[in-house]
């Protein structure tokens, strides 16, 4: 059925709600990166992959040595950019691509890793079920933001494999936290 469209989006936010600076990420965290990485990464069902889903700068963001990221369909939205390595798909926008990888494609789960573009969108569309934010408990210089979301639409809840423990990673505090559309 259309609702295995659902999908989920994951992102790491500083206190004040910033998510990159200058097209990077405005700190390095190497163990919440590795989060990521699993947490997009890891299926239930083998033989199948999960599908990333990001914005161009998103893309043009990450380094030249994990990109794409390994192990996962990569999907790329943009309407202006023209290439991108052989097995990365390129779609003109967000709906059209989840649609395309529901019909063609046999993907497990389906997460869009930003930016605040495709946030935005997300958060606003029902088919976005979960919300796997990390908040970071210090303030970065940034220019991109995570959009404000509507709490009243989402409840927290606990997922295994999810640590509830506060993180520290040199002398950097922060917290996993997954919410869960109403
Ligand atoms: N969500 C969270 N929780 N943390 C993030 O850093 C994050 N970053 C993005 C989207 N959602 C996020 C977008 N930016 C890489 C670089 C930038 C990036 C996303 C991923 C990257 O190079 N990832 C490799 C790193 C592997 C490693 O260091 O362990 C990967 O294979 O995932």
Request: charged letters at 25%; glycine letters at 6%; proline letters at 4%.
């Amino acid at each position: 059925s259309m609702d295995n469209m659902a999908y989920s989006v994951i992102a790491a936010v500083s206190k004040n709600g910033g998510i990159g600076y200058k097209g990077d990420l405005p700190w390095r965290i190497k163990k919440e990166m590795e989060y990521f990485n699993r947490m997009t990464t890891q299926v239930n069902q083998s033989g199948l992959q999960n599908a990333v889903i990001m914005g161009r700068c998103t893309w043009q963001s990450i380094p030249d040595k994990y990109r794409p990221l390994k192990g996962r369909k990569n999907v790329v939205i943009s309407k202006t950019l023209n290439v991108v390595p052989e097995g990365v798909l390129l779609f003109p926008n967000l709906k059209e691509a989840i649609k395309s990888l529901y019909l063609n494609d046999h993907i497990e789960k389906l997460w869009v890793i930003g930016g605040s573009g495709l946030y935005n969108e997300a958060i606003n569309d029902k088919n976005c079920k979960k919300l796997y934010i990390t908040k970071i408990d210090q303030e970065y210089l940034c220019d991109t933001f995570f959009p404000d979301f509507d709490l009243k639409e989402f409840e927290e809840i606990n997922e295994t494999n999810v640590p509830k423990e506060v993180q520290e990673d040199n002398g950097i505090k922060y917290e996993f936290k997954v919410f869960k559309r109403l």
